[in-house]
């Protein structure tokens, strides 16, 4: 036995040939390879070349075991579609060669099964060569027709080792497509395929089992008509099954059951599968009997869906969703509805039944669209002049309609901690959406979440699914952005194994990317979409829209890490936090002091013995709060530092706190949108390096093109709002209240109310150094955010402005005095 092909090579193989659908150029170079490769005529007397051509060929398909084939019915396809009108046609030439040559090493490789040293070896090439075999058989069956006489011994291999059974199910896989195509087989050759499978149907496992009972579909339905052969096979089951059922309704506790187990669900499943390729209500079958086959599979597989062994529901669920690919109607059933959707939408539900309802759904699609392009095939042959669209039409109504019953479950299943039941759910929007089964504008949303799944194969296909529905419908994608950042959210929390952490933004990787970067990108490049995306994103950080502080959290995440390209997209965001600051500020301000206020007067009435005490008192408690409610700059001055001025304010508000803490704990719940476009604003200058200057300077009406300078993005600028996440790690909004939250929550209004007077800054004076008025903005600031490290608070300098201008006022000055 020739000695593998270098591991280098089979590598390189691997890596170029999965490029066979990339864009269009290297699509071509891959052609182009791969036909030099593979798929050009040796030469009969060259051996030796034919043999490296082989193995190599062997050693790829191998090497994709686990990842799946569908590169090399591509590569073929393209390859023998190049050459369809062409009068010589070397691809063809070249795959006769391969095919029976490949017979030729699996007949080797049979042979050398018995030397014990090589044996692991050679079973695995066994199974290599007779893969490549089906693949070939996929897109060109006629090329297997005159070895099927060979091949069909192999189903009589003795099982011992998963490679065993491989090489049965390919074996089956290839007399499947290729019976169908001989002419006038032996009546001999038939009965021993038919006797073969059954024997394998009756003894071995769930994988072994499908594929015999396909390969016996299409040998009888097709060639043997041997309808007795099956029905007798059917109702072996079928009794077993009804049996079972009347025992259980007898005694439910029986151990009859219990003892049945194994043929109670080898029943189930082989009963489903036979009816998958079988009509069982057609007259061959069942003869003059006015019995409804159907009707009584489902009504027996309906049973044992209730049962209380989770094993045995789901054997009775594959089998109702085998019996659906050949009675699709049957999904129309109220009861049918009732289960799969109860199962999709009750979150206590087993995630194996969930599954399975979703793998039900993605074969019954995946059937359905090979049906109707095979259809679509043999009406080309015969009929070009027919309408092929009303055929097609027809067919889709039925999925179309049944999808529209379980596509809210479907979408719902994406709220799901376990990534496996988001990868069905996502296979089976896929399918629909790629069929034009629903609107797709009802996707879009759940479809953005799942862009955000931590797994990179399912974001990337979320994200395949939205750009082409961008391609088809422009502006979809836009209207549903926002509602798809919140659903994206809701993704993430489900998918939060840790409660008590708050859901973040950004990936937590060395990209530190916005989870919704991708939708992003898509949007960008329409500047009116962009805007209108941004200010919708901003609204939700007004205190009247009352979104939860998570979620803001998780949009202000978005905002600090998407992928902007031009200055103009982080200087329009800065622009509308200090709109949105200046009027939610000042709502929130006013709202804390008349909660104040509003609780002074409820208090209760002072007795005479207290009148004389309180209305002396009353002046200098008036006074204080007045005092604290003053802006700084116009209190007398005290010969105190500032520290003094700032507890005697804190504790002039004390003072003057309600008995009921409700509106401290609304301000500080209300306050965290704030501080976040604050925490955010500080970050978009410090990460783009802009000065208060160029951002006071700034007008979204100005054209586009004076801030279509790139940005220059500043490494190590992490976005860590801290005084948020520790809210939230706290739970402040459901903890009682201490004294020291209280003052802290009194410290922050305070330094809130003197942002507020100093929100817009002043000119840098004369001497270069910042007025008064800044210089009070950017230590409230600082406060507010919890003076954290420099480059996340206010008092930050810019080294090097994006376009290099004059920097003036602003945070820089502090710096620099």
């Known amino acids: 036995i020739e000695q593998p092909t270098f591991p280098k090579i089979t590598e390189m193989c691997v890596k170029m040939i999965r490029r066979v659908n990339d864009e269009e150029g290297i699509k071509k170079l891959v052609n182009e390879t791969f036909q030099k490769l593979w798929f050009t005529p040796t030469p009969h007397h060259d051996k030796e070349a034919m043999t490296r051509k082989i193995l190599n060929i062997t050693d790829v398909v191998a090497a994709c075991r686990d990842t799946g084939y569908d590169w090399f019915e591509q590569l073929l396809q393209n390859l023998l579609k190049s050459e369809e009108d062409a009068s010589y046609k070397p691809v063809k030439k070249a795959c006769t060669q391969l095919v029976d040559n490949l017979v030729e090493h699996i007949l080797k490789y049979e042979e050398s099964l018995s030397d014990s040293d090589n044996k692991g070896v050679n079973s695995g090439r066994l199974v290599a060569c007779i893969t490549t075999l089906f693949l070939f058989s996929k897109i060109r069956p006629q090329l297997m027709v005159k070895h099927a006489m060979t091949m069909q011994p192999y189903l009589t291999t003795k099982c011992s080792t998963q490679n065993d059974f491989m090489v049965i199910c390919n074996v089956a896989k290839i007399l499947e497509l290729v019976v169908p195509l001989m002419e006038h087989p032996s009546e001999t050759f038939l009965a021993t395929i038919e006797e073969d499978l059954m024997k394998l149907i009756i003894k071995y496992g769930m994988t072994v089992v499908q594929h015999c009972v396909s390969c016996l579909g299409a040998v009888v339905n097709k060639v043997t008509q041997n309808y007795k052969f099956v029905w007798a096979c059917f109702n072996r089951y079928y009794g077993a099954l009804s049996k079972l059922k009347s025992q259980h309704q007898e005694d439910p506790n029986s151990t009859i059951l219990t003892a049945n187990k194994p043929a109670l669900l080898r029943s189930l499943f082989t009963v489903g599968a036979l009816c998958r390729h079988f009509d069982f209500d057609q007259e061959d079958f069942k003869g003059n009997s006015k019995v409804n086959i159907k009707d009584k599979v489902l009504e027996l597989l309906m049973y044992f869906t209730k049962h209380s062994d989770e094993e045995v529901q789901t054997k009775a669920i594959i089998g109702l969703g085998f019996a659906f690919i050949q009675h699709p109607s049957l999904m129309f059933e109220q009861e049918v509805k009732?289960?799969?959707?109860?199962?999709?939408?009750?979150?206590?539900?087993?995630?194996?039944?969930?599954?399975?309802?979703?793998?039900?759904?993605?074969?019954?699609?995946?059937?359905?669209?090979?049906?109707?392009?095979?259809?679509?095939?043999?009406?080309?042959?015969?009929?070009?002049?027919?309408?092929?669209?009303?055929?097609?039409?027809?067919?889709?109504?039925?999925?179309?309609?049944?999808?529209?019953?379980?596509?809210?479950?479907?979408?719902?299943?994406?709220?799901?901690?376990?990534?496996?039941?988001?990868?069905?759910?996502?296979?089976?929007?896929?399918?629909?959406?790629?069929?034009?089964?629903?609107?797709?504008?009802?996707?879009?949303?759940?479809?953005?979440?799942?862009?955000?799944?931590?797994?990179?194969?399912?974001?990337?296909?979320?994200?395949?699914?939205?750009?082409?529905?961008?391609?088809?419908?422009?502006?979809?994608?836009?209207?549903?952005?926002?509602?798809?950042?919140?659903?994206?959210?809701?993704?993430?929390?489900?998918?939060?194994?840790?409660?008590?952490?708050?859901?973040?933004?950004?990936?937590?990787?060395?990209?530190?990317?916005?989870?919704?970067?991708?939708?992003?990108?898509?949007?960008?490049?329409?500047?009116?979409?962009?805007?209108?995306?941004?200010?919708?994103?901003?609204?939700?950080?007004?205190?009247?829209?009352?979104?939860?502080?998570?979620?803001?959290?998780?949009?202000?995440?978005?905002?600090?890490?998407?992928?902007?390209?031009?200055?103009?997209?982080?200087?329009?965001?800065?622009?509308?936090?200090?709109?949105?600051?200046?009027?939610?500020?000042?709502?929130?301000?006013?709202?804390?002091?008349?909660?104040?206020?509003?609780?002074?007067?409820?208090?209760?009435?002072?007795?005479?013995?207290?009148?004389?005490?309180?209305?002396?008192?009353?002046?200098?408690?008036?006074?204080?709060?007045?005092?604290?409610?003053?802006?700084?700059?116009?209190?007398?001055?005290?010969?105190?530092?500032?520290?003094?001025?700032?507890?005697?304010?804190?504790?002039?508000?004390?003072?003057?706190?309600?008995?009921?803490?409700?509106?401290?704990?609304?301000?500080?719940?209300?306050?965290?949108?704030?501080?976040?476009?604050?925490?955010?604003?500080?970050?978009?200058?410090?990460?783009?390096?802009?000065?208060?200057?160029?951002?006071?300077?700034?007008?979204?009406?100005?054209?586009?093109?004076?801030?279509?300078?790139?940005?220059?993005?500043?490494?190590?600028?992490?976005?860590?709002?801290?005084?948020?996440?520790?809210?939230?790690?706290?739970?402040?909004?459901?903890?009682?209240?201490?004294?020291?939250?209280?003052?802290?929550?009194?410290?922050?209004?305070?330094?809130?109310?003197?942002?507020?007077?100093?929100?817009?800054?002043?000119?840098?004076?004369?001497?270069?150094?910042?007025?008064?008025?800044?210089?009070?903005?950017?230590?409230?600031?600082?406060?507010?955010?919890?003076?954290?490290?420099?480059?996340?608070?206010?008092?930050?300098?810019?080294?090097?402005?994006?376009?290099?201008?004059d920097r003036g006022g602003g945070t820089s000055g502090v710096r620099r005095r």
């Open 338 to 805: 009732t289960l799969y959707n109860s199962i999709l939408s009750d979150k206590n539900c087993s995630v194996n039944l969930k599954i399975q309802v979703l793998k039900n759904l993605q074969t019954y699609l995946q059937e359905e669209d090979t049906r109707m392009q095979q259809a679509d095939r043999d009406w080309k042959k015969v009929a070009k002049q027919e309408d092929l669209k009303e055929m097609g039409d027809i067919s889709s109504g039925m999925s179309s309609s049944i999808m529209q019953l379980y596509l809210k479950q479907v979408l719902e299943a994406f709220f799901h901690t376990q990534s496996s039941v988001r990868h069905f759910a996502l296979n089976v929007i896929a399918l629909t959406l790629n069929q034009g089964l629903i609107h797709p504008v009802q996707c879009v949303p759940y479809l953005i979440a799942m862009g955000t799944d931590p797994e990179p194969s399912m974001r990337n296909k979320a994200d395949q699914q939205l750009v082409e529905i961008d391609k088809k419908y422009a502006g979809f994608i836009h209207m549903k952005a926002v509602a798809g950042m919140k659903m994206s959210y809701q993704v993430q929390q489900a998918i939060n194994t840790c409660p008590k952490d708050p859901v973040r933004g950004f990936r937590h990787d060395e990209s530190s990317s916005a989870l919704c970067s991708h939708l992003y990108s898509m949007i960008r490049g329409n500047r009116q979409h962009r805007r209108a995306f941004l200010i919708s994103l901003l609204n939700l950080f007004d205190d009247t829209a009352k979104t939860e502080v998570n979620m803001l959290l998780y949009i202000a995440d978005n905002l600090a890490c998407f992928p902007y390209q031009t200055q103009e997209e982080p200087l329009f965001i800065m622009h509308h936090i200090d709109i949105t600051l200046s009027v939610s500020g000042s709502n929130l301000l006013q709202s804390f002091k008349e909660s104040m206020v509003k609780d002074k007067k409820k208090e209760r009435k002072p007795s005479s013995d207290e009148e004389t005490e309180s209305d002396s008192n009353s002046g200098s408690e008036s006074e204080s709060e007045e005092e604290a409610s003053k802006p700084r700059r116009l209190r007398k001055r005290v010969d105190s530092d500032s520290d003094s001025d700032e507890e005697n304010d804190i504790n002039a508000v004390m003072k003057c706190l309600p008995e009921n803490s409700a509106p401290l704990i609304e301000f500080a719940n209300v306050s965290q949108g704030i501080l976040l476009l604050l925490m955010l604003k500080q970050h978009l200058k410090n990460l783009c390096g802009f000065s208060d200057s160029k951002i006071q300077k700034y007008s979204p009406s100005e054209s586009a093109k004076v801030y279509d300078k790139a940005i220059n993005r500043k490494t190590g600028v992490h976005f860590h709002p801290k005084q948020t996440l520790d809210f939230l790690r706290s739970d402040m909004a459901n903890s009682r209240i201490t004294e020291e939250v209280k003052r802290s929550i009194v410290k922050q209004y305070l330094d809130f109310k003197l942002l507020m007077e100093h929100l817009d800054p002043d000119e840098e004076e004369e001497d270069g150094e910042v007025s008064a008025s800044t210089n009070a903005r950017n230590k409230a600031i600082t406060s507010l955010l919890g003076g954290g490290s420099p480059k996340n608070n206010a008092a930050e300098t810019e080294d090097d402005e994006s376009d290099g201008e």
